[in-house]
């Protein structure tokens, strides 16, 4: 199974802070990447794919970058809502594991 | 707009099978090249994939499930179901079902959850 290594796997931010997470596969995972964001008790929900395509609907703010094994997503200009557990996902080649997660705090 | 809502029984014994439903609500399962896609968390813990299934019903499964995990689709009732067996407490999570483009292979739209509790 390819390992996905999310860091920081907490965070404490400001609002209007810039922040960044990142994701490692343990091997070569091309661009095939999602990022999910949940809210406490709710489902997740797509961010990005394909390392850096921005889904329909999803805000600006939200970015992607990396290829191969390295990336991270960024989140520009913190609000209230953006506070909440990031997971990347590969789906290079099954079983799609997950990262731990990330957990954005607000500071 | 295409939605997914999980259903089955949110208790069930040690030993038994788990077994839930995905509806898929707002078009049709046949339509568009999709996979179909079973994911749990258990509470305060991290998302684990499960297993997709193709309209074909070829399915893939995570090996550290293979042996008690079934995935199956009904495209006459647009739905797609999972059946856990031999369930223990460690099986107790939220399951979600969600849908997997072929672009590549990410989950694109997600169910709301059904918690499940083994016990």
């Known amino acids: 199974d390819i390992q996905m290594t999310q860091s920081p796997s907490s965070l404490s931010a400001f609002v209007g802070d810039r922040v960044t997470i990142t994701c490692r596969a343990s091997?070569?995972?091309?661009?095939?990447l999602s990022w999910h964001q949940q809210k406490p008790g709710k489902a997740p929900k797509l961010l990005i794919y394909g390392a850096s395509t921005l889904e329909s609907g999803d805000p600006s703010k939200f970015s992607g970058s990396g290829s191969g094994t390295d990336f991270t997503l960024t989140i520009n200009n913190l609000q209230r809502e953006d506070f909440a557990t990031y997971y990347c996902q590969q789906s290079y080649s099954t079983p799609h594991t997950f990262g731990q997660g990330t957990k954005l705090e607000v500071k | 707009q295409v939605q997914l809502l999980e259903s089955g029984p949110g208790l069930v014994k040690p030993s038994q099978t788990l077994s839930l439903i995905c509806t898929v609500t707002?078009?049709?399962?046949?339509?568009?090249?999709?996979?179909w896609s079973w994911i749990r968390q258990p509470a305060g813990k991290g998302l684990e994939w499960i297993g997709r299934i193709y309209n074909n019903g070829s399915p893939n499964y995570n090996p550290s499930l293979k042996s008690r995990v079934t995935i199956s689709v009904d495209l006459s009732k647009n739905q797609f179901s999972l059946n856990l067996s031999s369930v223990t407490a460690a099986d107790t999570a939220v399951y979600y079902c969600?849908?997997?483009?072929?672009?590549?292979?990410?989950?694109?739209?997600w169910g709301q959850g059904t918690s499940v509790t083994v016990s």
């Open positions: 707002g078009g049709s399962m046949t339509s568009g090249s999709y996979y």
């Open positions: 091997q070569n995972i091309n661009n095939h």
């Open positions: 969600a849908r997997v483009s072929l672009l590549d292979h990410h989950l694109d739209i």
